[in-house]
């Protein structure tokens, strides 16, 4: 399986990334460490990777939730990148004290994956920004950073779709998935409303963080335009807390409806 990377800004741009940043050592420069500025340079790197893809290939994308952020900090690091702890593709434990913890999403696909189906398959790690700074953003802003983060993986949808139009010109044979979590999925669902008219694979969203009228406007979206994604929705009694969390952190103004996690995608309220 071919593994490519791409992040998305605060202000919805994308961006080619490699897994290095936060491995780069003090002093480093941004361009050794891999982390690639430029429109052009994400666009050079799909269209390579579409292009050793077989035809009817399978094309996954992994979004992450809250707490990740390929952005560095004052010393130069990203500790907390998606593309260095989610996604990555060795089976490593990361250093003491480091949280979120390594997950190695796509070292699990691509062990999963036989070796014939691995080279027909391309996994894409989408990295946007879900980390504010809490104490600092609550000082100045008054509230804590989620509302904020919430705010922002709308912008990432729209950059998903960005990239997802890009793949549907380019390779009109494929038909994107996604894996997400957390307001990942908040992420995957936006980047429908702004492309509902592109043929998708199937969407499983873990622990959605999300209200439950917006992934309904994305499903009738996709609908109403002829698209066709499966969205499959992974929730947990466990979770419970994080979801009723989640409804009080989230802007008020974003919507009346329960949350993904409390009610599901029918919009019924568990017991």
Known sequence: MQMLRINATRGGALVAASPSAARRPRGASRARSGMVAGDGDWRDALAHALGSLPRR???????????FTWRTNGAGR???CPQDLLYATDA???????????????HALMA???????????CIGFGWDGRRG??????RRGRL?????YDGAGTAGAALSTLLRTIAADRPDLKPCFFAHSLGARVVLSAMRKAPELKLGRALLLGAAEFVDKAQSALIAQADAGGDAAIYHVLSRANDPFDAVFTRLAPRSASVEPSLGLAGLSGARRP
Do not use: M, N
């Open 57 to 67: 290939g399978r094309l996954i994308i992994l979004v992450h939730g809250y707490r």
């Open 78 to 80: 990203a500790p907390h």
């Open 92 to 106: 490593v434990a990361p250093p003491r004290g480091v949280w979120p913890s390594r997950a190695a999403w796509a």
């Open 112 to 122: 999963g994956q036989g070796r014939d189906e691995g080279g027909r398959a391309l």
């Open 134 to 139: 809490t104490l600092g953003h609550l000082l």
């Open 145 to 149: 950073d989620f509302g904020a983060v």
